[in-house]
């Protein structure tokens, strides 16, 4: 079983990127699971999702604390939130930021990979809401879900104008760190 | 969940069981939105705007009046829908009496939530495990797909002519309801199949006049109680028996009245109600591959309380412990309680320790699982402690 954390604030789609990625995975035929860590929702706060990848049926629903995968959408979390808690040294971290992975200072022995999402997504969505574009990063960084997959699921989410423009957003990301 | 279909979906808990609902056809719902049960209601109200569902959705002031509410449409035979959680059932509790009493065959998925004061919106089952004597049916289940099932047996179960008994479908607030998994989406032409119309024995008809639920002197009061309870014991073969039916129709089972996992040469068997069966089933796998004999019973039916299905599950374990969401302030906790009960009487004889965990949504780990099950081996050789708080955090008391 593979699980991934994410990271995010209140209004930036932590908890539809973590849906994402459990459709895509069972698009995949791989089990999946995802769900939000329950908080009181405001804009702007801290906020966490999950989502847990297996090729068997997942039962467990206890949090995530050991994660495979940390997803970060926006690098002033790191100020406030201990992103790598937990991670393991074998897993990866991806974070949203424009500075080199040096100046971060992540505490971990994980692989630390960086993309300015949000430069992407102003570019092709002229919004700064990075989950798709994360997602791509996602995708192209662990190759635990298939781009086909996730794009499909992105779809489905989001139709017409908006669903091709993020995945021209989710492309361009996953080129980026593939 | 059961094995992958084609016919699975990744979709949100609560969807999923406004999906079944739909499916069940209600005639009337009525319900007042609160967290974390809002997403059923919102799901149901687009259902039957957008004319997918054709039921007539009536919103109201509060809990207390979308019960009130629905008194009226059942009495008057109409299939009637609620959800509700936490404060919402608690502003409820006048009206729960008056349907169990006026024998009105509702469904609820109640959304299980923590109570008030302090404020807390996160999961436990405080909620649903206090309202167990209020003459409801209720059914707890594991994951969402079981959430689906039991909310079309529900009716079957609720409406049957020798049953005529309103149900809860407890499931875990957020972890059942905000989650996303994979679930088969009930059939709606196979579910009519199942769940046919609602043939009530007795309704309000001003051509035949009658009155419900009107008054009862010294005199009968007592014969009303003792045919709500002969109900609720017909419950246990009913419940059991449309499991059973569900079972052939669909191919899903996950017991009637109670389930078990690992349990049959199980030592140590864990005995719980709701999601937290998931997390333990992975526990007793990991320290099962230790050589450690531990097991699980899950109790599906809390009410009836299914006395000789417990007996018979647990007879040949050498202790029991028992988690649940909820506590009976000044006394234990709700499953604990009833389980030691069922037991004295019998010439069984094994060590029953209780805790309550995961009040207020505080989360339950592997790791808690395992530290309950090093406890009951503790328990096996004497019992130190009857009942405890998990992880009560000493430092902030």
Known sequence: MKEIRLHGRGGQGSVTAAEMIAVAAFEDKRFSQAFPAFGVERRGAPVMAFARIADQPIRIRSQIYEPDYVIVQDVTLLDVVDVAAGLKPTGKIIINTDRPREALKLKTDAKVITIDATKIAMEILKRPIVNTTMLGAFCGACKEVGLESMNKAISERFKGELGKKNLLAIKAAFERVS | MSEKTANMKVVEGSYAVAHAVMCCRPDVISAYPITPQTHIVENLSQMVADGELDSEFLTVDSEFSALSVLIGSSACGARSYSSTTSQGLALMYEVLYNVSGMRLPIVMNVANRALGAPLNIWNDQQDSVGARDVGWLQIYVEDV????????????????????????????????????????????????????????????????????????????????????????????????????????????????????????????????????????????????????????????????????????????????????????????????????????????????????????????????????VDKAETARKGIEFEFEFLNLRMEIL
Do not use: W
């Open chain 2, 145 to 372: 797909q079981e959430a689906v099932d039991a909310t079309l047996q529900a009716y079957k179960i609720a409406e049957d002519a020798e049953i005529r008994t309103p149900i809860m479908v407890c499931m875990d607030g957020f972890i059942l309801t905000h989650v996303y998994e994979p679930v088969e989406l009930l059939d709606k032409e196979k579910a009519r199949e199942f769940l046919p119309a609602y043939q009530p024995a007795d309704i309000l008809d001003p051509a035949h006049p009658k009155t419900f639920g009107a008054f009862a002197d010294p005199s009968t009061y007592t014969e009303f109680r003792y045919q709500q309870f002969e109900a609720q014991l017909k419950a246990l073969d009913k419940i059991e028996k449309v499991a059973r039916e569900f079972e052939e129709t669909f191919g899903r089972y996950y017991g009637g009245l109670i389930d078990s996992y690992q349990a049959e040469d199980a030592e140590i068997v864990i005995v719980t109600l709701g999601s937290v069966i998931g997390t333990i089933k992975d526990a007793i796998d990991a320290m099962r591959s230790e050589g450690k004999k531990v097991g699980l019973v899950k109790v599906r039916s809390y009410r009836p309380f299914p006395v000789q299905a417990l007996r018979k599950a647990l007879k040949d374990a050498s202790v029991i412990a028992v988690i649940e969401k909820d506590v009976a302030i000044g006394s234990e906790a709700g499953l604990v309680t009833d389980l030691k009960a069922a037991f004295y009487n019998s010439n069984i004889r094994i060590p029953i320790i209780g805790f309550t965990a995961g009040l207020g949504g505080r989360d339950i780990t592997v790791k808690d699982i395992r530290k309950i």
